[in-house]
Nanobody, 111 residues
Framework: QVQLVESGGGLAEPGGSLQLSCTGAGSLFSLHATGWYRQAPGDRREWVGVINRDDVTNYAYSVKGRFTISRDNAKQTVYLQMNNLRHDDTDVYYC?????WGQGTQVTVSS
């Protein structure tokens, strides 16, 4: 059973950086695509980006050039590096592998 766990969220200032981690899928991370999503209260969950099994990444237009997804197979972890954060990046961030979701981690961008 896959239990994804996101971590690394917190408070950052505009222009700052945070790195989120997604763990809990073991070697499955290297076999399947892992996606990142975000959601604000009352809003629909929004796709942020994805890394596939060949390390090819794709991003939503709103984060392209600022966010980077990577994977460390040895650590069995997928990362979301978020740079140049903006107020509208404030959301709960989730990782997804196949039909499995984590519980989310809160990111707040505020001065």
């Amino acid at each position: 059973q896959v239990q994804l766990v996101e971590s690394g969220g917190g408070l950052a200032e505009p222009g700052g950086s945070l790195q989120l981690s997604c763990t809990g899928a073991g070697s499955l991370f290297s076999l399947h695509a892992t996606g990142w999503y975000r959601q604000a209260p009352g809003d629909r969950r929004e796709w942020v980006g994805v890394i596939n099994r060949d390390d090819v990444t794709n991003y939503a237009y709103s984060v392209k050039g600022r966010f980077t997804i990577s994977r460390d197979n040895a650590k069995q972890t997928v990362y979301l590096q978020m740079n140049n954060l903006r107020h509208d990046d404030t959301d709960v961030y989730y990782c997804k592998l196949r039909s499995n979701w984590g519980q989310g981690t809160q990111v707040t961008v505020s001065s």
